[in-house]
T-cell receptor, first 114, second 110 residues
Framework: DAGVIQSPRHEVTEMGQEVTLRCKPI?????LFWYRQTMMRGLELLIY????????DSGMPEDRFSAKMPNASFSTLKIQPSEPRDSAVYFCASRRPGHFYGYTFGSGTRLTVV | ELKVEQNPLFLSMQEGKNYTIYCNYS?????LYWYRQDPGKSLESLFV?????AVKQEGRLMASLDTKARLSTLHITAAVHDLSATYFCAVGNTGNQFYFGTGTSLTVIP
């Protein structure tokens, strides 16, 4: 089991550029979550999917953010255009079916927008 | 919306001492999770607590759950430097979503 795989690990981009973060959940996990972590705001849930369907995107900050899950093994979080205030660590987590299972987190993507 | 509060936010303790981190939540839940995050790293699962009175122990860490009081505690016994990290509690609602506390940043001083 390779765990939840995120790429890239680090991303530095200029303001205004498009950024795409990628996540491969654990095989057999049917829920996927995107979180953002900053010192000021802590852990924030951006969006989550169940069986590839977006369930709650109320945490997506604004229209510049979008997320997709075209199949059970891949998800993307896109920011277009990026702004310096988007600088954060973005975590993807997945969860297997069943009421009591916890999340498994990926190693995160550290995004810096300059 | 389910609210989760942790305290303290920051904890500096000497090696060998005992301390407790508290996690309070606002509405009924039947599952609570503790995670550890080392600086610059991801969150790692520590404990899963699924019933009132549940107690789990791993080394110098012991977690408990009181669903009636809506309170979980993470007790640290005889702290060592390796326990320095940020600890998060998370509470599950009726769906798939977890609500995370603000985290407790623990520093163990020699």
């Amino acid at each position: 089991d390779a765990g939840v795989i995120q790429s890239p690990r680090h991303e530095v981009t200029e303001m205004g550029q498009e950024v795409t973060l990628r996540c491969k959940p654990i095989s057999g996990h049917n829920s996927l979550f995107w979180y953002r972590q900053t010192m000021m705001r802590g852990l924030e849930l951006l969006i989550y999917f169940n069986n590839n369907v977006p369930i709650d995107d109320s945490g997506m900050p604004e229209d510049r953010f979008s997320a997709k899950m075209p199949n059970a093994s891949f998800s993307t979080l896109k920011i277009q255009p990026s702004e310096p205030r988007d600088s954060a660590v973005y975590f993807c987590a997945s969860r297997r079916p069943g009421h009591f299972y916890g999340y498994t987190f990926g190693s995160g993507t550290r995004l810096t927008v300059v | 919306e389910l609210k989760v509060e942790q305290n303290p936010l920051f904890l500096s303790m000497q090696e060998g001492k005992n301390y407790t981190i508290y996690c309070n939540y606002s509405t009924t839940s039947d599952r609570l999770y503790w995670y550890r995050q080392d600086p610059g790293k991801s969150l790692e699962s520590l404990f899963v607590l699924l019933s009132n009175g549940a107690v789990k122990q791993e080394g110098r860490l012991m977690a408990s759950l009181d669903t009636k009081a809506r309170l979980s505690t993470l007790h640290i016994t005889a702290a060592v430097h390796d326990l320095s990290a940020t600890y998060f509690c998370a509470v599950g609602n009726t769906g798939n979503q977890f609500y995370f506390g603000t985290g407790t940043s623990l520093t163990v001083i020699p």
